[in-house]
């Protein structure tokens, strides 16, 4: 089974989570860092809530959360985005797939502080309006659910795969959209879906 | 048309789009766990390391140290509940063990704590701080451990009536031409729907409302107002999308009682999401079994004698079984037939319905069997269906009300190229591959239980269906929807329904594929009874006459016309009337339901009646699949490109949801064949494997080519709605294709599920 992430450079990096956790305590830090940091008193103690701002679907939000909570827990607990959905919460499943920058990512295995600054786009930022995105419409078109309840992930996947450039052929499709499981097992619908919305969305 | 929505036949209605597609893929489907809570605590379960023994003692200072904790709940200091009855012994539990009540382990992942704390993250972390002392006993895991118990499961089991057996059986086979006996295993499963097993409470003054996801919202809220000691009118279950059921949401799982007494006395919205590895044990799952079967025949094929013997695992205190025998004895023609289930005992948490729970067993058996059956007699297996088949069912002599049983062996064999086989096995391939094709029959019993609906009609045509069916992805919504648009004749985007609500009138459980049939058949009455009073008031007594002729009936016209087709002029009704709405309850009970089924409605029991239980006739919905296996000659890796299946099952209310359920069944069913089984540590009696990355399912790399066909068949003695369910009919048959075409693939006959490439042997 294919890992959701792609290889492609995104902003999203090592760097960037050691820069977000350090200033929250999550990793052990010299008190010289934590005297210079203005949000040291919660180094203080590793289980104090930390704040954090986190830029969804073009809003920046503020938020006052343990440290451990995931981009996830943040968005369905947190702020009232219950579109990704909590399936196994051990990146198994792909229900919760969000996209930071252009790269889908298990929401569930990525810590909302490590999110800090990057833009994250969820199901419940891509109609405009009244106006679904070409996916969205694809998925109606094709019946690509029936429970639903991994179709805000696989959505959300299937619109990196194709940004990819991994929705060439209906045997790319399967093979890229396997790290998102239907248990209803649409599969075969959700591949013409993503056939039907790949050339709207490569045309931009 | 796209291929999701074909084209409909003769008695099929519109391939419309989902009712909820828009929600579903906007995130706007509101599930259980997604339902806004005031200020809620969250809790975090703690299970049992252990299958048999008791806990000792807690230590919990650690636990009780992190930050946010509010409180944590054992035997010692639990809320105080009743007992639930099993759901087949009148009451509403899928078990009967009930955690927190004394400190005794009844099997592997029983709750034995519950942590309530602030945040998600502090709940999860004192739950792992929670220390235990156990005194351990040795637990009997499966078929074959010490200590299992084994007796037959007629009488003990109130729901599992019989033995079918009918003729002489060992007279028969003892003397039968042709003589096969064969074994066969099916494993332990788990539904694992994607939603995962969430449960929130929230007090409000003495009303309680549950937010879970649930098959059975009114037998939930009966259930639990039962445990906690109040009327069930204080209990509200809401839950307007589940996702995914599969059966594990149709019984009260304990949870839900302990999480409403904790809220209760902490005056606080509670907020469970279990993990996914909990969701094995503290749910039910598909118990594995055994089987023999023995068939005997004649040269020509026709069987004289059939015997099925079946063996099932369930847990010390409850005697749950599925019985598959009322089905394989009565689906093919045979004088003689003998049959015994049996339930063996062991350390488990007790098993449940999971998609077709008598069908998929037991049809793999004797589906198997048949193939077996055909090579011996070295005749193509559709033919020895054929042979077989029968307009009445051999136990009882009643007939089957429809079965289009060969019509779909003979379009699915034509879709699929069965002519292109050749019959030997082994002797197809290509490259490194070894092919094989296969097939099986499928079938599943059309049930119906009682449904009650409320429909109100406004005058500019906006129409209002509540009912407390379920969307568990089946497509309720839509046809229900598509239901009261055609009897009411008013625009489908005007008619809005509320589901999964127990505050709605009542509907069966989502389970045994009723759902469409009775909903959709309460719905129309309802319809009827609006249609009466607007006829009735075009159509005044005085008018009688005249009204008539108009309507061509001469007796009760109203009625008359409300039951035809005829159309309505809905403004002029309303003219009439002087009111701006109208509104009809009604109760729709299905033809031969037992006489407490309103009653029994009310409470939240269940009253299916269909199969082989109806009066003077058997009601099935049959399928034929086909499937090709491919079988790597050196590494044994198996793939499966191609499942076609042919099935009829009355009518078919939506062709697009149709057609998605038994594409999804058929999956299932290559799955259950392939992939799926629980591991269980013998030693220890605990799942192994108790995760999505361990546990298999099909991904979409799994499944390259899926072809439903629907065929049109009416069938006017089942129900109004003339449906007969179909989200249980498609993975049936699956488990015998497939092993069949892996033998003609390879040669080798396996007879126990799943199989993986280190099962063969080439």
């Known amino acids: 089974m294919p890992d959701n992430s792609s290889s492609r450079p995104s902003g999203f990096d090592r760097r960037a989570f050691m820069a977000g956790a350090a200033g929250s305590a999550l990793v052990p830090m010299t008190a010289r860092a934590a005297a210079q940091d203005p949000r040291a008193p919660a180094a203080q103690d590793p289980s104090a809530p930390v704040d954090v701002t986190l830029h969804v679907n073009g809003k920046d939000r503020r938020l006052r959360i343990d440290a451990r909570t995931t981009v996830l827990d943040a968005l369905r607990e947190h702020m009232g985005l219950t579109g990704s959905k ?18 889908r990512v298990v929401s569930c295995l990525t810590l909302a502080l490590a999110a800090e600054g990057q833009e994250i786009t969820t199901i419940e930022g891509l109609a405009t309006d009244d106006r679904l995105h070409p996916m969205q419409q694809a998925f109606v078109d094709n019946d690509a659910f029936q429970c639903g309840y991994c179709t805000p992930g696989q959505i959300m996947s299937a619109i990196a795969c194709v940004k990819e450039g991994h929705a060439g052929s209906e045997a790319d499709i399967r093979e890229y959209m396997s790290g998102n499981i239907c248990r209803c097992a649409a599969y075969p619908n959700i591949v013409a879906a993503v056939k039907q919305a790949a050339p709207e969305i490569l045309k931009g | 048309m796209t291929a999701a929505a074909p084209e409909p036949k003769a008695n099929m209605g519109q391939p419309v789009p989902r009712y909820d597609a828009h929600s579903k893929v906007t995130g706007r489907a509101t599930y259980a766990s997604d339902m806004p809570l005031a200020n809620p605590a969250y809790a975090f379960l703690v299970t049992s390391a252990i299958a048999k023994g008791r806990v000792d003692g807690f230590d919990l200072a650690e636990a009780r140290a992190v930050r946010g904790v509010i409180d944590i709940v054992t035997h010692e200091n639990a809320p105080k509940l009743k007992e639930s009855k099993l759901f087949s012994n009148g009451g509403y539990a899928g078990t009967t063990i009930q955690p927190l009540k004394s400190p005794d382990i009844a099997h592997d992942g029983q709750i034995i704590a519950v942590v309530i704390a602030e945040s998600y993250e502090a709940a999860r972390e004192a739950a792992n701080r929670v220390k235990v002392n156990y005194t351990v006993a040795a637990p009997s895991a499966t078929f074959d451990s010490p200590g299992t118990t084994t007796a037959a499961a007629k009488g003990q089991n109130s729901q599992f009536k019989e033995d079918p057996k009918v003729g002489d059986f060992a007279k028969a086979f003892a003397a039968a031409e042709i003589q096969l006996t064969a074994a066969y295993d099916t494993p332990t499963q788990h539904h694992n729907p994607m939603e995962l097993f969430t449960t929130s409470c929230a007090w409000i003054g003495d009303d309680l409302v549950i937010y879970e996801p649930s098959q059975y919202v009114h037998g939930l809220k009966n259930g639990v107002a039962e445990q906690l000691g109040i009327d069930a009118d204080k209990v509200r279950v809401v839950n307007p999308y589940v996702g995914g059921g599969f059966g594990s949401r149709g019984s009260m799982t304990p949870r839900t009682a302990i999480i409403a007494g904790i809220a209760r006395r ?80 062991a350390d488990r948490n007790t098993p449940g319905f999971m998609r077709s729970p008598p069908e998929v067993p037991y049809l793999f058996a004797l589906e198997s069997a048949m193939d077996e059956l055909a090579v011996k007699l070295d005749m193509d297996p559709v033919e020895l269906r054929r042979i077989n088949d029968t307009t009445n069912e051999p136990i009882g002599g009643k007939p089957y009300t429809s079965r289009s049983l060969m019509a779909c062996f003979d379009e699915a064999a034509k879709a699929f190229g069965w002519s292109q086989r050749s019959s030997q096995p082994k002797s197809m391939a290509e490259g490194d591959w070894l092919i094989g094709y296969g097939c099986a029959a499928t079938c599943y019993p059309t049930q119906m239980g009682p449904a009650a609906a409320r429909v109100r009609l406004q005058r500019d045509g906006r129409t209002r269906v509540e009912i407390a069916g379920h969307e568990i992805g089946t497509g309720a919504y839509t046809v229900i929807a598509q239901t009261a648009a055609e009897r009411l004749g008013v625009p489908l985007e005007k008619v809005a329904v509320f589901i999964g609500d127990s505050d709605l009138p009542p509907a069966p459980v989502a389970g045994g594929s009723n759902s469409t049939a009775s909903t959709c058949s309460a719905v129309m009455m309802v319809c009827d009874q609006i249609r009466q009073r607007l006829f009735k008031a075009v159509m005044p007594d005085s008018l009688t006459d005249k009204a008539k002729e108009t309507v061509g009936i001469s007796q009760a016209p109203t009625t008359q016309a409300a039951k035809s087709n005829r159309p309505l002029d809905i403004e002029k009704a309303f003219d009439a009337l002087g009111v701006s709405v109208v509104e009809e309850y009604g109760e729709w009970k299905p033809e031969g339901a037992p006489l407490d089924s309103f009653k029994a409605m009310h409470s939240g029991h269940v009253r299916l009646v269909g199969g082989h239980q109806m009066q003077d006739k058997i009601a099935y919905a049959f399928g034929a699949e086909f499937v090709e ?52 540590d013998e030693r220890n009696a605990r799942y192994v494997n108790d995760n999505l990355a361990d546990y298999l399912v099909p991904v979409n790399a799994d499944v390259p080519g899926v072809e ?48 993986r490439l280190e099962n063969i042997e080439v």
């Open chain 1, 86 to 103: 909590k399936g196994c919460d051990h990146g198994q499943c792909g229900a919760c797939t969000v996209l930071i920058g252009d790269r």
């Open chain 2, 629 to 680: 296996v491919r079988v790597n000659r050196f590494t044994h890796e198996i793939r499966c490109p191609r499942l076609v299946g042919a099935f009829a099952a009355g009518r078919i209310m939506n062709p697009r949801t149709a057609r998605s359920q038994l594409m999804g069944g058929l999956i299932w069913g290559m799955s259950s064949a392939l992939l799926e089984a629980t591991e269980i």
């Open chain 2, 266 to 345: 902490l005056n606080r919205p509670i907020k469970l999401v279990a993990t996914r590895d909990q969701g094995f044990t503290i749910t039910t799952y598909r118990a594995e079994t055994r089987h023999e079967i023995k068939l005997g025949a004649s040269r020509d094929g026709k069987l004289v004698a059939l015997r099925h013997e079946g063996a099932e695992v369930s847990s010390r205190p409850d005697a749950y079984c599925v019985g598959g025998t009322k089905t394989t004895t009565r689906l093919y023609a045979c004088p003689n037939v003998d049959s015994l289930v049996s339930i063996v005992r």
């Open chain 2, 708 to 755: 439903v066909i629907l065929l049109s068949e009416q069938d006017d003695h089942i129900n109004p709605a003339g449906a007969k369910g179909l989200g249980e009919l498609a993975n049936v048959g699956t488990n015998a294709a497939i092993c069949n075409a892996l033998y003609h693939a390879t040669g080798q006959r396996i007879r126990k599920l799943p199989v």
